[in-house]
């Protein structure tokens, strides 16, 4: 039983030197995952505007509007990304217009003062592979003749980069 054992042990030994001499290997398969990053951020969370004493222009014409600035960092490891903004509580009250307007990051387009509705609007397009810090995004409230008074009310503005 032990010479068996011996012979048994010999022959492993042996054919373990044969396999670290020889050609033998194995194949990795590695996955790799790189996901599509996005970063938004926003200075303010809150905008008031307040069309009480609006200045009246040249033409004496009712035109009221306000605007008000903040700015906003973005990220993206994409491409051909966009920012867009939607109205998440409800419509604007008639007569009452809130639009926006979002200076782009490098290589990316901005589509000036865009009107905000509960549907997805696009603020700037092309947005690809860029980090853009502290840029303007402005806001503005524009009441036409016969607009309702409205003493307070909040409207959020929801951002979003979608591809």
Request: aromatic content about 8%; proline content about 6%; hydrophobic content about 40%.
């Amino acid at each position: 039983m032990q010479k068996y054992f011996l012979l048994l042990l010999l022959i492993c030994f042996s054919f373990g030197l044969l396999v670290a001499q020889g050609s033998v290997f194995e194949h990795v398969n590695v996955i790799i995952s790189i996901p599509s990053v996005s970063y938004l951020t926003v200075s303010q969370h809150q905008v008031e505007l307040d069309l009480q004493g609006y200045p009246i222009n040249i033409n004496q014409e009712y035109r009221p509007y306000i605007e008000q600035d903040i700015t906003y960092n973005i990220l993206t490891a994409g491409t051909n990304k966009r920012l867009v903004a939607q109205l998440a509580n409800g419509p604007m009250a008639p007569g009452t217009i809130l639009e926006v307007r979002a200076n782009p990051p490098q290589n990316a387009t901005s589509l000036g003062f865009v009107a905000l509705t509960t549907g997805q609007q696009p603020l700037v397009t092309n947005i690809s592979n860029v980090q853009g810090n502290n840029l303007e995004m402005r806001f503005r409230l524009r009441a036409e003749l016969g607009a309702p008074i409205v003493s307070r009310e909040t409207k959020t503005v929801r951002l979003t980069i979608m591809e």
